[in-house]
């Protein structure tokens, strides 16, 4: 199999390389990117683990051909966090609320978070558990993520 060239835009850069045709973008993520705060948890699009941002909405990476992001935009939960290290206030949230236990489904938790607060900057509990519903946490933490999820839109609204 020839490997094709595949260009898009990940975690805001610029990006190019060779990939195989059959690759799907988690393991591109993971495996040749290095990118591996990006989890595996099914591989058939049941957990949402593997959750990532395709042009802000949130997708399963284990699901999607890598050439499938080719001239589109790719966030990763490493794509979060600003240039100087400073977190996403969702992540402060979930850190500072307890919100992680084995932190196995914490990324694609934020990441669902994430699609979420940009759609809906005032959520109900309602809209959080909806957004969060394809993304299992066997730790069953459930009630401290949906807390941090809305903290982290108040503290948004509070920084506006
Ligand atoms: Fe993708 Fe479970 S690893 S949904
Ligand atoms: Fe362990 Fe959610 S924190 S799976």
Redesign the pocket.
Known sequence: MDYVELSFKLNGRDTSLQVFPNTLLVDLLRDTLGLTGTKIGCRAGECG?CTILLDGAAVNACLLPALKVAGRSVTTIEGLAKADGQLDVIQESFMKGG????????SG?IMNAKELLEEEPAPTDTDIKYAISG???????YSK?VQAIKTASQAKKQTK
């Open positions: 683990a919100a992680v236990q084995c932190g196995f489904c914490t938790m993304v299992l946490c066997r730790c069953t933490g993520i």
